[in-house]
């Protein structure tokens, strides 16, 4: 019996008994959960194991389990209520808590409301379990944090569950604090980096996990892998065997052709001669070798692939550009030629798909947006032309890199690759965000060293870019997003709407924290980042933000020219929205600087000026 049913048992007998049914009463050492009725007003353990459940099912939305039944829990109740066919009264009883766990239906709500009285159903209840099936993660590369909703949640909760991590009887599909629990379980007993957070890293071991002989795949999990493979070429997050056909097993047969190991023709068929090669690739790696391609032979054969992308960059110009001379691409195209222009147009900024060698609709996309910045036709297709506007295009970046080495250029927006050699705060920046991910434990001095590069390095080998130490665009993009993750979740979001919004207030306020040291990842009045800070001071005037510059650029609206409490925004380290800080009037803004702390600025300052890309209004 798990935890959570031995409560709401308890809390069943309890009811029984005092219906005068002929039950005995429960265990006093059984816990308290379930042995009375909760409603608005308590505030208590129960209240707060309540507030878990109905986050974990998708109802209670607040971020924070406060164990005080308020008003938001009221109503989460009476919505799981209504749509469980229950009585919308908000008070959670013998009823609502055997619905809660999952053992009565709808149905069986409707058919029956007296069930819990008659002891043979209430054992029928907790006796039964339902089949759990367990699937392979189609997305390895993700990030599931409390609020992430997916079928990919659901596969995860199935397998720690069957696994022994995972408490809760329910499949809910959404990601809470049960489920980061059981994350946080699993990562503990696997070695693994304890966060709570399921990224690649606990992704890929979970399923390699499920792949493995720790859980035997029912048949119908094969089938519907092989019917995936047949409509696309990304072999990330598959299974393929013997038998096997399509799309994915042609790039599977072509990749392991590219590395020697698979002569025969590439047909999309995966016979034993495809087995024996991908065993011999296993062999070569040192993993299983069992003839099944799954996660974990897709991260050898990935790093093989990155691998020799990386020795193809450190040739000279000439020579690598070689490999794509004469060649034509367009939508079709499949092989190595395929993946070293993704490569390329990843590095430059592109490309943000998986470089898989397939030459589709996102490829062609890219190729079209290198076409239309270098003034030539934007038809997708690459050849000769669009080859000499990629080319000129690594050299111009590469000669942007080496103008990073002077401070007065590194804060330039145009600068999208640091490397080794550069400094000042784009630097910085890039050393804060790798220390909040986790993978820099050295100082934020602004100056790009070789410890800086192996923190990169380790960064890009997580998140399956070419890990060589160079931080592109492609990189710098997904340092951010993932470092958003790890700021969010040491800030919460929570406030109130109530204040009426008034934007004199917002800058008297404002003005209170003038002094205030910058602190990157800051969020309080012992330090501010320039996000934290216009986050802090919206959120005291009622009106939540969330936590990045680029996500508030996202969440504001934009307006033609700022008015008093708009929110201004600058193109700084990176191209697109950086900085940003409040407009309070006669052309002047509020913000928390990297070298000021809280100030006020003229708009009409030379830096400033030549970075402001707009104003945007948050209410």
């Known amino acids: 019996m798990s935890f959570f049913e031995s409560k709401v048992r308890s809390g069943l007998l309890v009811s029984a008994v005092a219906a005068g049914s002929a039950l005995v009463a429960p265990n006093l050492t059984e816990a308290s959960f379930g042995e009375e009725n909760l409603r608005y007003g308590m505030k208590n353990e129960d209240v707060k194991i309540l507030q878990e459940i109905l ?20 109503e989460a109740v009476k919505r799981f209520q209504t749509d469980h066919n229950l009585s919308s009264d908000g008070v959670v009883g013998p009823l609502t808590f055997s619905v809660l766990n999952g053992h009565m239906t ?6 029956s409301v007296e069930a819990d009285r008659d002891s043979d159903v209430v ?33 995860l909760q199935a397998y720690l569950k069957k696994a022994g991590f995972y408490d809760f009887p329910v499949i809910t599909g959404n990601y809470g604090n049960m489920t980061k629990q059981a994350v946080t379980t699993f990562q503990t007993a696997r070695a693994l980096k304890v966060d709570g957070l399921a990224g690649p890293i606990t992704l890929t071991k979970v399923n390699e996990e499920i792949i493995g002989s720790d859980f035997s795949i029912e048949e119908e999990i094969v089938a519907t892998t092989v019917s995936r493979s047949t409509s696309s070429t990304n072999l990330s997050g598959i299974v393929l065997r013997q038998g096997s056909r399509g799309a994915a097993v042609r790039e599977l047969q072509s990749q392991l052709k590219d590395h020697g190991y698979f002569t025969s023709n590439v047909d999309g068929v995966y016979g034993p001669l495809t087995a024996g090669a991908v065993r011999r690739f296993q062999q070569d790696k040192n993993i299983s070798a069992d003839g099944i391609f799954g996660p974990q032979t897709y991260s050898k054969l990935s790093g093989s692939s990155s691998s020799t992308n990386n020795s193809t960059q450190a040739t000279s110009s000439s020579a690598s550009s070689s490999s794509l001379s004469g060649v034509v691409l367009r939508q079709g195209s499949s092989g190595s030629q395929v993946r070293e222009l993704q490569t390329r147009l990843k590095n430059l900024g592109y490309y943000t ?82 220390r909040a991910t986790g993978h820099h434990t050295s100082g934020v001095d602004g100056q790009f060293g070789p410890l800086t590069k192996s923190s990169v390095q380790k960064f890009q080998r ?20 993932v470092a958003a993750v790890h700021m969010s979740n040491s800030n919460s979001n ?71 409490g708009d929110i201004v925004y600058f193109e700084t380290y990176k191209s697109g929205p950086s900085h940003n800080g409040i407009y309070i009037g006669n052309n002047q803004f509020i913000h928390s600087g990297s070298s000021t702390g809280v100030v006020i600025t003229s708009m009409n300052n030379s830096y400033w000026k030549d970075r402001y890309i707009g104003a945007r209004r948050a209410r």
């Open 106 to 111: 709808a149905q069986d709500t409707s058919e």
């Open 123 to 155: 054992d029928s209840i907790f006796n039964y379990e339902a089949p759990i099936s367990v699937a392979p993660i189609s997305n390895s590369s993700q990030i599931m944090d409390n609020g992430t909703r997916n079928d990919d949640v659901s596969n």
């Open 55 to 74: 986050q974990e099912k998708g109802y209670y939305e607040s971020l924070v389990v406060s164990g005080d039944f308020d008003e938001a829990t009221r």
């Open 494 to 564: 929570s406030g109130s709407r109530s204040k009426s919004f008034n934007a004199m207030n917002l800058i008297a306020d404002a003005s209170n924290y003038i002094g205030v040291p910058y602190v990157w990842g800051g969020t309080t009045a012992s330090g501010f980042d320039c996000s934290g800070f216009v986050q802090h001071v919206f959120r005291n005037n009622g009106v939540n933000l969330p936590r990045t510059v680029a996500q508030q650029w996202n969440a504001t609206t934009s307006v033609s020219s700022p008015s008093v």
């Open 462 to 481: 997580e998140w399956g870019l070419i890990a060589d130490g160079i931080a592109t665009k492609a990189t710098l993009d997904k340092l951010e997003e």
């Open 353 to 434: 798909s998986s470089v898989d060698g397939a030459y589709g609709p996102l490829t062609a996309e890219a190729v079209r947006k290198l076409q239309r910045q270098t003034n030539i036709a934007a038809d997708g297709v690459f050849g000769p032309q669009t080859l000499t506007q990629l080319n000129r295009n690594i050299s111009a970046n590469q000669s942007g890199t080496s103008s990073n080495n002077s401070s007065s250029s590194s804060n330039n927006s145009s600068a999208t690759v640091l490397k080794q050699g550069s400094s000042g705060a784009a630097v910085r920046e890039l050393q804060n965000m790798l």
